[in-house]
T-cell receptor, first 113, second 118 residues
Framework: DAKTTQPPSMDCAEGRAANLPCNHS???????VYWYRQIHSQGPQYIIH???NNETNEMASLIITEDRKSSTLILPHATLRDTAVYYC??????????????FGTGTRLKVLA | EPEVTQTPSHQVTQMGQEVILRCVPI?????FYWYRQILGQKVEFLVS????????KSEIFDDQFSVERPDGSNFTLKIRSTKLEDSAMYFC????????????????FGSGTQLSVL
């Protein structure tokens, strides 16, 4: 299984962009990168995902390097409500024909007023 | 937006007792998962389930654990003889899934069941 490495914590000023890095150097060619976040102990919430092209949605942007060994989640204008643990996940396709989503240790983002 | 529903939100049990955690996945989803999160730790994969059988399971998912889809809507996790170290938040998740090439495939999580084993 591809593993992900993230910094354990980051701070960001409210209104500024939050850039959360993730290393996934063992990712395979057909494995997607997903980002989820978890606020307190709630269920993880989907943010965005991508394969090799940069992606943007209403919540965030995802920048994937050309070699696909790392990615960055960008929250363009962080608010206090974005304070959460952010997980970078590689979705692996298994021999049983299903997907497996393996969470890393995550980055605890604290948005400061 | 459709939701994954888990019951109960909190479950307290005595060591050695059996517990069943219940989940109602999103209605047209085909793939079902259980994850757990011990306090302060990361979210850990337990098991995935598709077409009425286990697809993948982790080392954590030993003989004390079992999953079942008893009808068309529920998905359950049973722990036969709970141990203190089973205390954790248990998350159910589901995805639409249609095999290879599902570009927009994503997991939807429930709000979890906090299991406390005393």
């Amino acid at each position: 299984d591809a593993k992900t490495t993230q910094p354990p914590s980051m701070d960001c000023a409210e209104g500024r962009a939050a850039n959360l890095p993730c290393n996934h150097s063992t990712i395979s060619g057909n494995e997607y990168v997903y980002w989820y976040r978890q606020i307190h102990s709630q269920g993880p919430q989907y943010i965005i995902h991508g394969l090799k092209n940069n992606e943007t949605n209403e919540m965030a942007s995802l920048i994937i390097t050309e070699d696909r060994k790392s990615s960055t989640l960008i929250l363009p204008h962080a608010t206090l409500r974005d304070t959460a643990v952010y997980y970078c996940i590689v979705r692996a396709y298994t021999t049983s024909g299903t997907y497996k989503y393996i969470f890393g240790t995550g980055t605890r983002l604290k948005v400061l007023a | 937006e459709p939701e994954v529903t888990q019951t109960p939100s909190h479950q307290v049990t005595q060591m050695g007792q059996e517990v069943i955690l219940r989940c109602v996945p999103i209605s047209n989803h085909l793939y079902f998962y259980w994850y757990r999160q011990i306090l302060g730790q990361k979210v850990e994969f337990l098991v995935s389930f598709y077409n009425n059988e286990i697809s993948e399971k982790s080392e954590i998912f030993d003989d004390q654990f079992s999953v079942e889809r008893p009808d068309g809507s529920n998905f359950t996790l049973k722990i036969r003889s709970t141990k203190l170290e089973d205390s954790a938040m248990y998350f159910c998740a589901s995805s639409l899934g249609s095999g290879q090439g599902t570009v927009n495939e994503k997991l939807f999580f429930g709000s979890g069941t906090q299991l406390s084993v005393l």
